[in-house]
């Protein structure tokens, strides 16, 4: 008899702990790790004109996904993956490499559209002297999903602050 109900009681027990488990699993919002398109629309200037003859990569996880050499501005295609986050380097000969932080983290369910754009120039100063070593390779923009607008912008703070050191370390 001490047996039988010992038994019903660790049964008891086991299911109780199973079925907290599997209803705290269903409370979790789990992200959206689908494909979003993604229109990248980069310009590189130099001295206020639009610059031609460079390439641009995409990295994903420290690796290179996707490389065009640009002849002139073109808008490129790209499918990027919710919840992870993406580099874009452009190299020009000549010129510092200038990096764009693209953040695709995104709740399941608030970006609902599956085709975005972005757009934004970067001007490019020469090597000579132009950047302070420790800024040379920080980003110049980090795009963000903003919930209110339903679109991917920049972050102004970060945009501010990196071009107030730019702008300082170049007089």
Same mark, same amino acid.
């Given at each position: 008899? #001490?047996?039988? =109900?010992?038994?019903?009681?660790l049964f ?16 979790i919002? #789990?992200?959206?790790? &689908?494909?979003v398109m993604?229109d990248?629309?980069?310009?590189? =200037?130099?001295? &206020? ?14 690796? =290179? %996904?996707?490389?065009?050499? %640009?002849?002139?501005?073109e808008v ?10 993406y ?8 010129f510092?490499?200038k ?6 983290h995104?709740?399941?369910g608030?970006a609902?559209l ?14 000579? &002297?132009?950047?302070?070593?420790e800024?040379i ?7 963000k999903y903003?919930? #209110? ?23």
């Open positions: 008899m #001490k047996n039988q =109900t010992f038994k019903l009681f008891s027990i086991v299911m109780l702990i199973t079925f907290q488990t599997f209803s705290q699993r269903k409370k919002e #789990k992200p959206d790790t &689908g494909i993604m990248i629309n980069s310009a590189l =200037t130099v001295d &206020g004109k639009e610059a031609s003859d460079y390439s641009f990569c995409l990295h994903r996880n420290g690796y =290179t %996904v996707d490389s065009h050499f %640009v002849k002139k501005t490129v295609a790209a499918e990027l993956h919710r919840n992870d986050i580099a874009l380097s452009f190299h020009k000969e000549g510092p490499d990096y764009v932080i693209i953040d695709m995104v709740h399941k608030k609902k599956n085709f975005y754009e972005i757009a934004f120039e970067i001007e490019l100063h020469p090597q000579h &002297g132009m950047h302070k070593e800024y390779d920080h980003p110049v923009a980090i795009f903003d919930k #209110k607008a339903n679109e991917w912008n920049f972050s102004t703070k970060y945009h501010e602050e990196i071009h107030q050191k730019e702008k300082i370390h170049r007089k």
